[in-house]
């Protein structure tokens, strides 16, 4: 028998350490806006994407040379790199593949 009453565990109002996870999931529910870099611009995606779908065997591959293209981005002079501009930018790499 479990030791969570229904007042307690991991569906009850008290969320604990899960709050990061629950609010980063409702950010991306609600459409919110991907943190590209603020210098990203058409002919980059168009670049990574055509690199992708040229020379891109296995996964390995493609995530090289997307990280490969998202460095030649110019970023501000306190914008940081950070993973979620990188997945931001793999994403509408991917989505312009689709296209």
Do not use: C, W
């Not at 490969?68 to 991917?94: D, G, Q, R, Y």
């Amino acid at each position: 028998m479990s030791n969570y009453g229904f007042g307690s565990g991991p569906f009850s109002e008290d969320k604990g350490s899960l709050n990061p996870a629950i609010e980063a999931a409702k950010k991306v529910m609600t459409g919110f806006k991907p943190d590209l870099p603020s210098n990203l611009t058409q002919q980059h995606v168009d670049d990574a994407a055509k690199d992708v779908l040229e020379n891109a065997k296995t996964l390995q591959e493609k995530n090289t040379i997307v990280q490969k293209h998202f460095n030649k981005i110019p970023l501000e002079l306190n914008e940081e790199v950070t993973t979620s501009k990188v997945a931001a930018f793999e994403k509408v790499v991917m989505a312009r593949i689709g296209k």
